[in-house]
């Protein structure tokens, strides 16, 4: 697990400033900038943290790991408990891994597969789970967004990069405490007027003060994963849930491009959070669920 002075120090190295475009891989590498102290240079090399592991990711075999990984018993327990650590205390590592868990749990094993859509045939994307047939990713840059809690939800290489590092954690367990303040959370959301949208839900849990150790980029990722974990409702399918059997990526393709016709032009659509409003409010027995499985075994 990277400590949060390692992470402070990659924060700084993970800017527009410091990369240059790879255009032939597609993405961004970095390089140690000249503001970094003398202190903060001594601790990114004794470190030995990996600046720009570049590597090549391939759909099946990305597939073939994430079926093999979630085989370990003890996974869900771990993410439950990061995922309540994430809400009540500020643990932004925290977040990504339970959709990462249950997305890998529930898919089911297959090779890619096109998306063709309406005559429109796309190049890289499968229609089963999302994941590009080929793709390149700098999973150093990656990882440092895990910690920041800027996650990746959907059909995204990424998932296997969270849940090889999470089966290394050691002593992840929630608190007390922890668990007091995500139920009270969920009760915040669940007094919510029947008109809140997604956004105003975000600014009201930052005028709640409700999240300890949060920011907004932490705060956006959590209700967007309370949506994917069908904790927040949607009106497309009232028993949406990652932890439940998988829906393919060709059908909330569809259901985000449907929300698209009577959004703003320029409004950022997503499924399923873009279909929650205050009035569908939440599902409990998610909540139950994820507690249930966060007890000491």
Known sequence: MLNRNLVKVLSKVYRYENSEYDFDKKVDVYQIPDSLSNEQKELLKASNFEL?????????????????????????YIVSNMFI????????????????YYF???????????????????????????????????????????????????????MLLDLKEVLTFKNITATDN????????IEIIENAPNDETPSKLIKRL??????????????VWIVKCLAELGILKNRYDANYSIMN?????????????????????????????????????????????????????
């Not at 650590?85 to 990462?100: D, P």
């Open 52 to 76: 720009n592991r570049v590597r090549e990711h391939n759909h099946d075999n990305v597939i073939k790991e994430l079926k093999g990984i979630v085989e370990n018993a003890h996974l869900e």
């Open 85 to 100: 650590k994430a809400i009540g205390s500020g643990f932004n590592r925290g977040i990504q891994s339970i959709f990462s």
């Open 104 to 158: 890998a749990q529930n898919m089911p094993l297959h090779d890619f597969d096109l998306l063709t859509r309406k005559g429109y045939r796309t190049e890289n994307t499968c229609k089963i789970c999302g994941i590009n047939k080929k793709m390149w990713h700098n999973d150093s840059e990656n990882l440092y967004d895990l910690y920041i809690g800027y996650c990746r939800f959907g059909g995204y290489a990424e």
């Open 178 to 185: 922890e668990k007091s303040v995500f139920l009270k959370v």
């Open 206 to 219: 930052a005028k709640e003060k409700c999240l300890p150790g949060s920011n907004n980029t932490s705060r």
């Open 245 to 297: 059997p998988f829906i393919h990526y060709e059908q909330k393709l569809e259901w985000e491009l449907d929300i698209h016709k009577n959004s703003p032009s320029r409004a950022e659509v997503e499924f399923p959070i873009s279909a929650w409003r205050g009035k569908l409010g939440v599902n409990r027995d998610y909540v139950e669920k994820i507690m249930a499985n966060a007890k000491t075994r």
